[in-house]
């Protein structure tokens, strides 16, 4: 199988350290840093995550991602988010979109953080040129662009947003991932155990990797579901943005 990746991708930093009092011109935090890790993000950490589940796969991302950063300062022992700081966010739209060869992929998966990189008729024109396209987005919904794709994934504090613009026909297609209490699609709950959550940054773009691998080769809803939740699992019991890892 071959995929792409589709998406704008930044670079996530996570900075771990101490915090014993508070500064004297203010009442915030004296943020001590000791140790850091840094990895791809958005659209890359989908990308790392298809490679990590042996898939063969491509991307189509801002080639300024690099600088584009999430910066979390984090408490190493209490894993508590003292501050994130964005940088270079606003990125521009996606180029050449129409010289893309969709045909050449089993799958294609729309990464969408609305920064700018993919307009509503980018994944419109995606969508009407592969029958196999895979959906996360930050954007409201709305059947006049998204009606195309196989499946849409947003969390649940993005469906309370979108909800009113959600047709019967969309949420047919719409799985929607609710944190330590699973997902839902089509009125089916698919319930995870119950794990201690170190950091939930990433984990869906572990379970929208490890559907789109699971359905494209088996064409069964219920059995990726519940393969893009043991994903997603595993990753939200360790910190930072991980991408999954087979524990055979």
Known sequence: MKYLVVG???KD???YGESNRLCPEAPAPVFNPTTSTQNGGMAMNVLINMESLGSKCKIHT???WEQVTKTRYVHQNHNHM???V???DKI???KDLNKINFKEYDAIIISDYNKGYLHEDDVKYISSRHDNVFLDTKKLLHESWCSNVRFIKINNQEYEKTKHNVT?????KLIITMGSKGCLLQGTIFGVPTVEIKDSSGAGDTF?????IKFTETNEVDTSIIFANKCATQVVQRRGVIAYKDEK
């Open 8 to 10: 704008e991708s930044c």
């Open 208 to 212: 929208l990797s490890a559907f789109a």
């Open 82 to 84: 003292f501050l994130r």
């Open 62 to 64: 801002n080639p300024n």
């Open 13 to 15: 930093v996570f900075v």
């Open 86 to 88: 964005d940088r270079n």
């Open 92 to 94: 521009e739209r996606i």
């Open 168 to 172: 019967d026909r969309l949420k047919k």
